[in-house]
């Protein structure tokens, strides 16, 4: 063991340099690190900034009658239905159509900064070309694909051959998809053309819209609000007339609440009944609440479009485990009378006045309709939320650190990740104290530990309970489906999301049960309804910010959710449908 004695001998003889060198080298490799970071950060940003500004010079250069339609009205202010008429009667081409809804989207993106990166043009351009001369053969002409000539936008991370997908993380910034994602794949095959991503919260884990790579997204009503999250690149492009459909994603909302927030569409499936293939996101292998794909539209048209498009043989063929099963046109549109329940607000979160007006509006349109509407008892969202963030939470949150470590941490989510970070016995026993002071936030708190498999188990056994005993209710009650509020407030400032993450709450309960949940556009916030906020409890500090943040929200979009048991998808399309015809029976 000389050699452990020559080594202490060093040590004492130098042992007054050690610390100082030591300290040296960690600083400096921390500098790198930062150095290497920013670099990143840059580099991403200004590839991104850089193909924007290529497509749009491109685009601009066309003249500009190429945008326009046969009576001289710009084609990206066309209904889906009346643009799908007129490229199928010739009176428009794919080619036309995709550079129009390409420019606008990157002309909207200057305000709101909702595109991330445009699909290479050549590469749009070429694809519409083609389908173009497709659609010049008679057999094609008879029978072209559902989305043919249709402009497609995707989620950030949504995988596209040769395009980079970073979640918004730095550590994913030269991440390069080596193929499309399955649905990607499928949208191709029908015709659709995707032509732009859109952004999103980094990690995905929010409902905010920002990130260090690409920044923050803007709401098309109020630049000081948010579009919702995690979806928001996508609600905020659709609502801002850049886009007709869209493709997002859910795990507690990330779809239906940005499309609500910005008075659009959007639609969660059963778990299965869409590819996740090539759909990236950082809680990989967390199989307790799924993630899923999510239609959005500017209407329901569009969702059930998308929804019949993608549930095709294309797409059973390229992901053996989704449910080989088409959607029943027929149960989307066949008129019958449904028996639905209601619940205008809940006691773990109360819907802010707004929201439970939007409730009431939405049962009368639809008893305008014929349906049968009776009053439900809301589900226990204290129990839906300390079980949806046991699942969430089970690795203790190593992942999301574990992929967060050595990123600029984004302000919209700097507050969740405190709380991660916080040593797990400080958070327990602040939770202990939090219970007595405020029972509802420790199903936040008191979930934000790490679980032994076994106690995991037990908790995917409960939700299953759980679960069954929710479908059993609705069964016994002879219910249909049901509406409720899709959030306990409308659009909130920017960066103020993570201060109510429980909010999430009556979505959170669609991916808990796994039904079928989408939400339609209802109304909007009247200076009624702020006055109203006078009386909305605040007992807690989830109170206390509910009532300062609805403050000037007037005229903000509100819309309501409609929920089906789980595999009743077309059940739930048909009830948004009636929903959206109904509110238009009332002017």
């Given at each position: 063991?000389?050699?452990?004695k020559d080594l202490?001998?060093?040590?004492?003889d130098?042992?007054?340099?050690?610390?100082?060198?030591t300290?040296?080298?960690?600083?400096?490799y921390?500098l790198v690190?930062r150095?290497n970071?920013?670099?990143?950060?840059a580099?991403?940003?200004?590839?991104?900034?850089?193909?924007r500004?290529?497509?749009e010079s491109?685009?601009e250069?066309?003249?500009?009658?190429?945008?326009?339609?046969?009576?001289?009205?710009q084609?990206?202010d066309l209904?889906l239905e009346e643009?799908q008429e007129?490229?199928r009667?010739?009176q428009?081409?794919a080619?036309?159509v995709?550079q129009?809804?390409?420019l606008?989207?990157?002309?909207?993106?200057?305000d709101?900064?909702?595109v991330?990166?445009p699909l290479?043009?050549?590469?749009?351009?070429?694809?519409a070309?083609?389908l173009?001369?497709?659609?010049?053969d008679?057999?094609?002409?008879?029978?072209p694909?559902l989305?043919?000539?249709?402009p497609?936008?995707?989620?950030e991370?949504i995988?596209?051959a040769?395009?980079?997908s970073?979640m918004g993380l730095?550590?994913h910034?030269?991440?390069?998809?080596?193929e499309?994602?399955?649905?990607?794949?499928?949208l191709?095959s029908?015709g659709?053309?995707?032509y732009v991503k859109t952004?999103l919260?980094?990690?995905m884990?929010?409902?905010?819209?920002?990130?260090p790579l690409?920044g923050v997204?803007?709401?098309?009503l109020?630049?000081?609000?948010?579009?919702?999250?995690s979806?928001g690149?996508?609600g905020?492009?659709l609502?801002?007339?850049?886009s007709?459909l869209g493709i997002?994603?859910?795990?507690g909302?990330?779809g239906r609440?940005?499309a609500a927030?910005?008075?659009v569409?959007g639609?969660k499936?059963?778990?299965?009944?869409?590819?996740g293939i090539?759909?990236k996101?950082i809680?990989r292998g967390?199989?307790?609440?799924a993630?899923?794909?999510?239609p959005?539209?500017?209407?329901?048209?569009?969702?059930?479009l998308?929804m019949?498009?993608l549930?095709?043989e294309?797409m059973?063929?390229r992901?053996?485990?989704v449910?080989p099963?088409?959607?029943?046109?027929?149960?989307?549109?066949?008129?019958?009378?449904?028996?639905?329940?209601?619940?205008?607000?809940?006691p773990?979160?109360e819907a802010?006045p707004?929201?439970q007006?939007?409730?009431l509006q939405s049962?009368?349109?639809?008893?305008?309709?014929?349906?049968e509407?009776?009053e439900?008892?809301?589900?226990d969202?204290?129990?839906v939320?300390s079980?949806?963030?046991?699942?969430?939470l089970?690795?203790?949150m190593?992942?999301?650190?574990?992929a967060?470590?050595?990123?600029?941490?984004?302000p919209?989510v700097?507050?969740?990740?405190?709380?991660y970070?916080?040593p797990s016995v400080?958070?327990?026993?602040a939770?202990?104290?939090?219970?007595y002071?405020?029972?509802?936030?420790y199903?936040?708190l008191?979930n934000?530990r790490?679980?032994p498999?076994?106690e995991?188990?037990t908790l995917q056994?409960k939700r299953?309970?759980?679960?069954?005993?929710?479908?059993?209710s609705?069964?016994d009650?002879?219910?249909?489906?049901?509406i409720?509020p899709l959030?306990?407030i409308?659009?909130l400032?920017?960066g103020t999301?993570a201060?109510?993450?429980a909010?999430?709450?009556?979505t959170?309960m669609?991916?808990?049960?796994d039904?079928?949940a989408?939400?339609v556009?209802v109304?909007a916030v009247?200076?009624?309804?702020e006055?109203?906020?006078a009386?909305?409890?605040?007992?807690d500090?989830?109170?206390?910010?509910?009532?300062?943040?609805?403050?000037g929200?007037?005229?903000m979009?509100?819309?309501?959710?409609?929920?089906?048991?789980?595999?009743?998808?077309e059940?739930?399309l048909?009830?948004?449908?009636e929903?959206?015809?109904g509110?238009?029976l009332?002017g």
């Open positions: 063991m000389r050699w452990m202490l001998d060093f040590y004492n130098y042992k007054v340099f050690a610390v100082p060198c300290l040296s080298v960690y600083a400096t921390r690190k150095h970071r920013k670099s990143a950060i580099s991403r940003g200004a590839a991104a900034a850089s193909a500004q290529q497509a491109h685009l250069s066309v003249d500009a009658s190429t945008f326009l339609t046969p009576d001289g009205r084609i990206t209904s643009l007129q490229i009667t010739g428009l081409t080619r036309q995709s129009a809804f390409m606008k989207a990157l002309k909207v993106s200057h709101i900064n909702c991330t990166e290479k043009i050549e590469d749009v351009e070429r694809t070309a083609l173009d001369s497709k659609f010049k008679d057999a094609y002409r008879e029978q694909g989305l043919h000539g249709l497609v936008s995707l989620k991370n995988q596209v040769g395009m980079i970073t730095v550590s910034a030269s991440d390069v998809s080596g499309d994602a399955v649905l990607v794949q499928v191709r029908q659709a053309i995707p952004n919260p980094q990690t884990v929010s409902f905010d819209c920002s990130n690409y997204t803007r709401h098309p109020n630049h000081s609000r948010t579009p919702g999250g979806s690149g996508e905020a492009l609502a801002a007339g850049g007709l997002g994603s859910d795990i909302g990330s609440l940005p927030f910005c008075g569409c639609f499936p059963t778990q299965g009944r869409l590819s090539g759909m996101t809680l967390q199989s307790g609440v993630l899923s794909a999510c959005m539209a500017r209407d329901v048209s569009g969702i059930q998308l019949k498009a549930c095709c294309e059973f063929k992901d053996p485990l449910v099963y088409p959607m029943n046109e027929k149960a989307m549109t066949d008129k019958r009378r449904l028996r639905i329940g209601y619940f205008k607000s809940a773990y979160f802010t707004a929201n007006r939007a409730v049962r009368d349109a639809l008893r305008r309709m014929g349906h509407v009776v439900m008892a809301a589900p969202l204290y129990e939320m079980l949806y963030y046991s699942l969430i089970a690795d203790g190593e992942t999301l650190i574990s967060m470590e050595g990123d600029d941490i984004d919209s700097k507050y969740g990740f405190m709380l970070s916080i400080v958070r327990r026993l939770a202990s104290i939090i219970y002071a405020a029972p509802r936030m199903s936040l008191g934000f790490k679980r498999v076994k995991l188990w056994w299953r309970q759980m679960t069954l005993a929710f479908l059993k609705l069964g009650d002879k219910l249909d489906g049901f409720c959030h306990p409308g659009a400032p920017i999301c201060r109510l993450t909010s999430a709450s009556y959170a669609g991916n808990l049960f039904l079928a989408g939400t556009p109304t009247t200076e009624e309804d006055q109203r906020m009386d909305y409890p605040h007992s500090i989830w109170g206390r910010d509910t009532k300062k943040l609805a403050k929200m007037v005229g979009p509100i819309g309501v959710q409609c929920c089906t048991p789980t595999w009743h998808d059940d739930c048909y009830l948004m449908k929903l959206e015809d509110l238009k009332d």
